[in-house]
């Protein structure tokens, strides 16, 4: 008889409120490895917080919250951390961009962090901003760039350490047409290739169109879309 394979992440019977503000309330999911998931519905819905559970960035009031095997709910905060600084890729809705480092040392940090030689992180950095049309922005500090520019260096950090778990939150609210679809290939083509998991909260049919799988949270429980 072969054995089951437990899911990738798995959330069960998940709760979460703000004061007295219930976001999640008795929210189960699982999602396999390498999946390209698409988190739809309404704003304060619960779709970051959603993401936000499964990074590590916020603990659960109650329920499991497991990834990779390890139920995060139990981790003391120094562990969430190296596992985030190791093995996630976050894309924050607000960019959360250090004001004090140029762009090319914001993209830098997560390599930085994990101790990859001085030559290397240059050479990864300066690749993936060229990538994004951002070469020319690489010295410049977050403030001097435009809303659509800083998106894109949150995605370049992100990704640069290739992460096996990705989870962007409207990565592509900023952007025109054009960028906003090399944005998405690019979460796309380095999930794929490392068979990493792609967790989206957006807004966009278009990318929920190009997913895998959708999902919608409503009244506090996570549902596959029709």
């Not at 992440?9 to 503000?21: A, M, P, T």
């Not at 590590?56 to 190296?82: F, P, Y």
Request: net charge negative; aromatic share 4%; glycine share 8%.
């Amino acid at each position: 008889m072969n054995a089951v394979t437990p899911a990738w992440i798995e959330l069960d019977n998940v709760s979460k409120r703000y004061g007295q503000q219930p976001v999640l309330n008795g929210a189960c999911l699982t999602v396999e490895r390498g999946q390209f998931v698409a988190v739809m519905g309404r704003s304060g819905s619960g779709k970051s917080t959603l993401l936000r559970l499964i990074g590590g960035l916020e603990a659960a009031d109650s329920g499991s919250v497991c990834v990779d095997g390890t139920d995060l709910t139990v981790l003391t905060e120094t562990e969430r951390a190296r596992r985030r600084r190791q093995g996630l890729g976050f894309v924050f809705q607000s960019f959360n961009l250090i004001p004090t480092l140029t762009v090319s040392e914001n993209v830098e940090l997560p390599l930085a962090l994990n101790g990859v030689a001085e030559a290397d992180v240059r050479r990864r950095s300066r690749e993936l901003l060229e990538e994004l049309g951002l070469g020319s922005c690489a010295n410049r500090f977050p403030e001097d760039i435009s809303g659509g520019e800083q998106q894109r260096v949150a995605v370049a950090r992100a990704v640069i350490h290739e992460p096996k778990l990705v989870l962007a939150d409207e990565p592509t609210g900023n952007l025109d047409v054009d960028t906003a679809r090399h944005v998405l290939e690019l979460l796309q083509r380095t999930c794929r290739d490392r068979n990493a998991t792609l967790l989206v909260a957006t807004h966009s049919a278009e990318i929920a169109g190009q997913a895998a799988r959708v999902l919608t949270i409503r009244a506090g429980r996570i549902e596959d879309a029709p």
